[in-house]
């Protein structure tokens, strides 16, 4: 049954900016946001003052709205958002923001510094133990200690028991990214990865090690949303919002949800299908989130290239031998920037980013061979804040 979407192919991103991926960096978060909005409404053609709406991430001392709106200048807005995670659902309420016209060009960005509980480095930075935050790690007598991999240990523990999956199918998933990120000049790891240094990474909670965690960095990613009328006149090629969805279940908790077969991306899977006039085969690149290895087993999954459980054995039937990297049908490229495993914990930003860049065809020597159309996004984690995205060119 189709879904009535009002905002379809009406919405385009038209800028998009960065900074360089760091894990020694000097720069704070807003630091670090202003340079990529900057970056973001130049690479649109347009100056500060055309911006009416913002909307940052909440998360990991990245800047509220009103601190990016003076930092640029901006004389006025209409709209303003400090939204969760990840970036892709940031977004959405942009396209939500401008399809509603509340504002008609919307500023996204979100930043990130690596805190104490998430890096070593930053761990020893006496400014960094002063910058506890609440998410990405629990406190223990004012600083952070990993929080995340335990309930997603657990989880992964429960896949491998259910499906009979091993610790080299959850390698694979690290090896992929780790191929496709040799490409990405600007991804933190870029060295072959090979099974034998995947099993013997080092072990945060069995059976989860290093590896199967998003890499903690400092860096910014921003992008500008607009009406595709307004697009056409701009100064890059528009991405359009083609559908979009929200998940979530109840108590959804990682410690709450019963099991593997009904979580909150099972909700964004049965309803972003139904907003679209495209199908699974029409997909021409695909950007499932890896944060944890398992999670980008199960997008594999919930995107229905395959049935629950089977992900393993679609990754060995799609694995390119020459390139140690998966591509599906033998064309479709799966993270191609090295995802958050490779590139850098980005909070999807860098899954948005790289569908962007490809459908623009700017993605140099990482670019899809063959033509894209059409991206297909699932991000956020397996119990709250999960999103899907379908975009295309025109």
Known sequence: MSIHFPARDKIAIVGLGATNYSRSGALTAPALAIEASQKAILDAGLTPQDIDGIIGSSWNA??????????????????????????????????NAVASGVCTTALVYASLNRTPGLSQSAASDPFRLRMVNNLGGLQWNGKQIPGLSASYSGWMTRYMHEYGATREDFGRVAISDRSYAADNPRAIFRQPLTMDEYLNA?????????????????????VVVTTAERAKDLKKKPVLIHA????????????????????SKHVVARNLWPRSELTLKDMDIFFPYDGFSVIMMNDIEVAGYCKPGEAKDFIKANWDAATNRIKIGGKILVNPHGG??????????????????????????????HELRNALLISGSLFFNTVGLILRTT
Do not use: K
């Open 62 to 95: 990245s800047p509220p709205p009103t601190y990016i709106q003076a930092a640029l200048g901006i004389n006025e807005v209409t709209w303003t958002v400090h939204h969760i995670i990840p970036f892709a659902c940031l977004v959405i309420s942009a396209m």
């Open 244 to 263: 979009a969805t929200y998940g979530q279940i109840a108590h959804a908790d990682d410690d709450q949800i019963p099991d593997l077969h009904h979580f």
């Open 202 to 222: 080092r072990m945060v909670r069995e059976p989860m090690c290093m590896l199967d965690m998003d890499v903690p960095i400092d860096g910014a990613d921003a």
């Open 340 to 369: 958050a495993l490779s590139e850098g914990g980005n909070q999807s930003a860098g899954h948005v980013r790289e569908a962007i860049t490809q459908l623009r065809g700017e993605g140099g020597a990482r670019q899809s061979l």
